[in-house]
């Protein structure tokens, strides 16, 4: 305990003097904050003082005027970091981001305002519905028109599948269950057409469409590329079809908003099979970028399951039925990029170049699954129905923005990893998903890159209290994304709001009084002392300013108190000091709380023993107390000082005088403290 209370002066002394700090004055900072701001830090330690009294450990004394003082000082820092960044954030403030600031295609191509990148639930993007059966659900409309009083209103996240019902009529079609005993072997690879423009889309539509008149219906192969490197959401980049005859590959950057409203006479066609290898995120992507949905999907990945396939992967199908290979490299290529290099249009063209026949191939090997006397539910074709079975609920899936539900994400996490946490880190982990989440939106990229999810758990684990430990179990300096450079002190403001040792804190005005009733609810012992530092305050600096008159003319109300908790979001002042004296709040609360417990401790004991056995050996610590004191803390005082008195003479007393003496004039030679 002494040794924490020596931390706290240690700490103290290093605080810069007042008079090291006066030129700071002149500096034009925002004088009145300071002083306002500092009235309600001091009103908090004459809440302490009123509690615990200047109390004495060894030959030193926890220094409350110095605190003050000091405080005052480091306030006046605050106040210019506050003003620095005031000037800053005057001029609009352009995120600082490594390497991936690069320009986006949505700002390129002039589509960010069709970019839902807010912390609202996903609408699902399409105006109308082809091939309906069943009109498009209004509330869709609603939320799309008006999404800021739609969820306020309704207490939805999540919308129908805008094609549930026309994909779940959907029957087994004789174009998709007949195979022909003769299967056309694979084209040569040709150039692809590129697709740019409305009119060369348009182009494509008419053909496939005219194919579905001549023959009642067609088959196309479907893939996309796509990007979440410099993204929040993610964005497709790339969209290949290849019909029986042709490759295309379609630039979606151009052509972003119409190619939902043009695709969709393909994609919801249920005349037209979609065969897609591994759908599922396709499946998504579209729905998000474009509002497309697909009807009649065939998805090899399902087909490759159901014929137990050595391995699933395109790559596998592809060498097996094939014999060909791809350069899996491309997979993570920046497909952003424009012009695509011949290589990566190659790589995309593969994808679907050969999807058909392999589609062809896999239909025949699920018929021959079907022993000749096994008529499995007396479905001839009872394999392929169950690969459209499977096709049918990736159809189904319903994209989802990643904000939502981080404690469902985090326990996929987990599941993964097969890793297992308590509840309260669980908590937290789920507070550090949702800042990072929210810094995604911010910034518009992918939080999984600026943060991966290992830096997180090690912050669970390891529960750094303040920015120089935070840095540390980062990485350090250097290897911490500028996005979180920036925003280091909110990550550490949640840390500390699940920190045991941050106590919880009311503070109460009292109406005659100028002094602050604290009320401490649970506090658990153990502190780390570490070199006190200002961290950067990067608070609503705006935000903070147009409310500041408030906070200066409601000074030492509790309301005052409350916007200050508001305005830095803080529950405490004590975490509020944390955020800028990195963790000094807790540091000197948990000091005083000690010294509370210490003094209770001696009352008990003077109560118990009655100082009757103390030797006159014994030496004791006497708190030294005010005249604002407690008056519990007087009686202890007087009492003390009585048995001590009757029980041993003056002896004792004087020695606790010479010291009293002593320490005076110390601190008259300096304002600074020894620890001895
Ligand atoms: P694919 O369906 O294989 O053409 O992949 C579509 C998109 O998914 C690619 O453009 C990548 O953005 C992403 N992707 C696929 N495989 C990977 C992977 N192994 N790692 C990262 N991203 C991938
Ligand atoms: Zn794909
Ligand atoms: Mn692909």
């Known amino acids: 305990m002494q040794s924490h209370a020596k931390q706290v002066v240690a700490l103290m002394n290093q605080l810069p003097k007042k008079d090291e700090l006066k030129f700071l004055e002149k500096q034009p900072g925002n004088k009145k904050f300071i002083n306002e701001t500092n009235k309600v830090f001091i009103s908090v330690i004459n809440g302490l003082r009123s509690l615990v009294g200047d109390v004495q450990i060894n030959q030193t004394t926890i220094p409350f005027k110095q605190i003050e003082e000091t405080l005052d000082q480091f306030l006046e820092n605050a106040a210019i970091q506050f003003d620095k960044m005031n000037k800053l954030s005057v001029a609009p403030k352009q995120p600082q981001v490594q390497k991936s600031n690069q320009p986006k295609p949505k700002d390129i191509y002039g589509f960010a305002d069709v970019i839902q990148l807010n912390k609202l639930p996903f609408i699902p993007v399409l105006k109308c519905k082809q091939y309906a059966q069943t009109e498009l659900d209004q509330k869709i409309i609603e939320a799309q028109n008006n999404p800021y009083q739609f969820f306020e209103k309704n207490g939805i996240d999540e919308f129908t599948h805008p094609y549930y019902e026309e994909i779940m009529r959907l029957t087994p079609q004789d174009f998709v269950l007949d195979v022909p005993s003769k299967i056309n072997r694979f084209r040569d690879l040709e150039p692809p057409i590129m697709i740019r423009n409305a009119d060369q889309l348009g182009e494509l539509i008419l053909k496939i469409q005219q194919e579905v008149d001549q023959n009642g219906y067609s088959e196309i192969a479907v893939d996309l590329e796509h ?145 000749p006397n096994e008529n499995l539910n007396n479905v001839p074709n009872y394999y392929i129905e169950c690969v459209l079975k499977r096709s049918k609920e990736t159809s189904l899936k319903i994209y989802k923005k990643p904000l939502q539900d981080q404690d469902q994400s985090l326990q996929i996490i987990l599941n993964k990893q097969d890793r297992r946490i308590d509840s309260k880190s669980f908590d937290l982990m789920v507070k550090l998903l949702e800042l990072r989440e929210e810094l995604g939106i911010q910034y518009d990229q992918n939080p999984r890159y600026f943060l991966p999810n290992p830096f997180l758990f090690k912050l669970v684990e390891s529960k750094p209290t303040s920015i120089q430990e935070l840095k540390s179990q980062l990485g350090g300096e250097k290897n911490i994304h500028d996005i979180i450079k920036e925003n280091l002190w909110q990550f550490l403001k949640v840390l500390l709001e699940f920190d045991e040792k941050v106590p919880t804190v009311e503070v109460m005005q009292q109406e005659q009084q100028n002094t602050t009733q604290i009320q401490i609810e649970e506090i658990q012992p153990s502190i780390q002392v570490e070199p006190l530092k200002i961290i950067q305050i990067s608070v609503n600096l705006q935000k903070f300013q147009n409310q500041n008159t408030k906070i200066v003319q409601h000074s030492f109300q509790n309301e005052n108190i409350e916007l200050i908790k508001d305005q830095f979001q803080c529950e405490s002042p004590f975490k509020l000091l944390n955020v800028f004296y990195d963790g000094l709040g807790t540091q000197i609360f948990q000091s005083m709380k000690e010294q509370s417990q210490q003094q209770k401790q001696l009352v008990e004991e003077v109560e118990q023993q009655k100082i009757q056995k103390i030797n006159t050996s014994d030496f004791i610590q006497l708190p030294k107390l005010e005249e604002t004191n407690r008056d519990q803390s007087k009686e202890l005082d007087i009492r003390l000082n009585n048995t001590l008195q009757n029980q041993h003479g003056t002896k004792i007393l004087k020695r606790h005088q010479k010291i009293e003496q002593q320490r005076t004039q110390k601190s008259n030679i300096s304002n600074r403290f020894e620890i001895l």
Request: net charge neutral; aromatic share 14%; with cysteine.
């Open 227 to 371: 990007n979440h490197q410099i993204s929040y959401l993610g964005i497709t980049c790339l969209i290949q079809l290849s019909t029986r005859t042709q490759d295309y590959i379609i630039d979606p950057f151009p052509l972003w908003k119409q190619l939902g409203d043009m695709l969709s006479a393909v994609f919801s066609n249920p005349k037209i099979v979609k065969v897609f290898h591994g759908a599922e995120n396709d499946v998504q992507w579209l729905q998000r970028d474009f509002g497309l949905y697909i009807v009649n999907l065939f998805d090899t990945f399902h087909a490759s399951k159901e014929l137990q396939l050595m391995q699933n992967s395109f790559q596998f199908l592809l060498s097996e039925y094939c014999k060909k290979s791809t350069d899996k490299t491309y997979q993570t290529a920046d497909w952003t990029q424009r012009p695509l290099s011949d290589e990566m249009v190659k790589y995309a063209q593969i994808d679907t170049h050969y999807l058909l026949y392999i589609y062809d191939r896999m239909r025949q090997d699920l018929k021959k699954l079907n022993k």
